[in-house]
């Protein structure tokens, strides 16, 4: 029995996007997830949280778009599994805001599953674990079966994929993302309001909404007007 029809048999044939993603995290024994998709190098910047389990998973999504780095933009760029882990030095090093923000959630380990074709994703699926560990995950057999299942999956990437606007404040397409423009101004809030970078993010999303406009064209605007 492959990992695929031990999921289902835990699942006794009621198969939705749902109750597959939870029958996924009770195998792995992890404690939530979130599906993001994010658009192509044309739509750079245009991303949707689709689908989360709970406030905890809907943070760390969050939290890996403030940031520009983790397992989500790995996965996004080679179209493989990737994890990041609080307590492993490696990971502390290369990704240290990432791991501190991980760390204040109360999380210890997150896994990332590119949806889609290796060659370009639509977007992951986002596994993360507050206790346990994250190490024991067969990932090839998960990878596998989230390709049998992109139904499941992929439907709720479809706004995105038919160019509709989900979310307003993560859509940049009038003049394209830009991480360091965006984390120039997270960098500002955090040190004016003496925010975490998760609150910091969550500020200027609020701000992109209340103006109607992009996150990177507020971040601009926040940087330009140090200089008047």
């Known amino acids: 029995m492959d990992f695929d029809d031990t999921l289902l048999r835990g699942l006794g044939g009621a198969v939705t996007p749902q109750t597959w993603i939870g029958e996924c995290l009770r195998v792995h024994s992890a404690d939530g997830a979130a599906v993001v998709a994010e658009g192509s190098p044309d739509d750079a910047g245009t991303r949707a949280v689709t689908y989360t389990t709970d406030d905890t998973a809907a943070a760390v999504a969050d939290l890996q778009y403030?940031?520009?780095?983790g397992p989500h933009a790995e996965s996004m760029a080679d179209g493989r599994p990737h994890a990041a882990h609080v307590h492993d030095t490696r990971d502390c090093d290369r990704w240290t805001t990432l791991v501190d923000e991980l760390h204040r959630l109360g999380v210890v380990a997150v896994r990332t599953f590119p949806i889609g074709p290796?060659?370009?994703p639509l977007g992951t699926l986002q596994m993360h674990w507050c206790t346990g560990s994250a190490s024991e995950v067969d990932t090839t057999a998960v990878a596998v079966v989230i390709s049998r299942r992109l139904e499941l999956l992929t439907p709720r990437l479809s706004p995105l994929r038919d160019r509709v606007v989900v979310d307003a404040v993560l859509d940049s397409t009038d003049d394209g993302f830009d991480h360091g423009t965006v984390n120039m101004a997270i960098g500002v809030l955090m040190a004016r309001?003496?925010?975490?970078p998760s609150a910091a993010a969550a500020m200027l999303r609020a701000d992109a909404y209340s103006n109607a406009d992009s996150v990177t064209a507020r971040a601009r605007a926040l940087l330009d007007a140090l200089d008047e």
């Open 66 to 69: 403030a940031v520009g780095i």
């Open 193 to 196: 309001h003496s925010l975490a």
């Open 118 to 120: 290796p060659s370009r």
